[in-house]
Nanobody, 120 residues
Framework: VQLQASGGGLVQPGGSLRLSCAVS?????IGWFRQAPGKNREAIGC?????IYYARTGGRFSISRDNTKNAVNLQINSLEPEDTAVYYC????????????????????WGQGTQVTVSS
C-alpha cells in the first residue's frame, strides 16, 4: 500500500484548494484527516465503494475519486484560518465493507501529510 498526499500550500482566506492522495490501489477505502497545531487529529470524511461520508457539515469539503489518476481528492472551499493544519489521507487495510468509516483508531496506514496554511 502506498499513499501520498499532496497539494497543500499557503492560501488566502476565502480561497480554495484541492488536495490529492495518490493511492496504489483504487479499491482502498480512503479517509481524510487533519491535525491543526496544538490540537488532536480530526476526521474530515471518507470514501469507499459508492459511499462518501463527511464528518464535518457546512459543505466546504468535497471528497472525490479520480480513477484515471489513482487518486482521491479533497476539495476545500472558502478556506478559513482555522483550516490551517496538516492534512492526511489514510486507509484501513483490513476493512472489508463496501462503504467507509472514520473510526481513526482503525486506520492503520497513513500517508505523509501535506501542510495547508490559510493566512493573508
Amino acid at each position: 500500500v502506498q499513499l501520498q498526499a499532496s497539494g497543500g500550500g499557503l492560501v488566502q482566506p476565502g480561497g480554495s484548494l484541492r488536495l490529492s492522495c495518490a493511492v496504489s490501489d483504487s479499491r482502498l477505502m480512503i479517509g481524510w484527516f487533519r491535525q491543526a497545531p496544538g490540537k488532536n487529529r480530526e476526521a474530515i470524511g471518507c470514501i469507499g465503494g459508492s459511499t462518501i461520508y463527511y464528518a464535518r457539515t457546512g459543505g466546504r469539503f468535497s471528497i472525490s475519486r479520480d480513477n484515471t489518476k489513482n487518486a482521491v481528492n479533497l476539495q476545500i472551499n472558502s478556506l478559513e484560518p482555522e483550516d490551517t493544519a496538516v492534512y492526511y489521507c489514510a486507509t484501513d487495510r483490513y476493512y472489508t465493507g463496501s462503504s467507509c468509516h472514520i473510526q481513526e483508531y482503525a486506520y492503520d496506514y497513513w500517508g505523509q501529510g501535506t501542510q495547508v496554511t490559510v493566512s493573508s
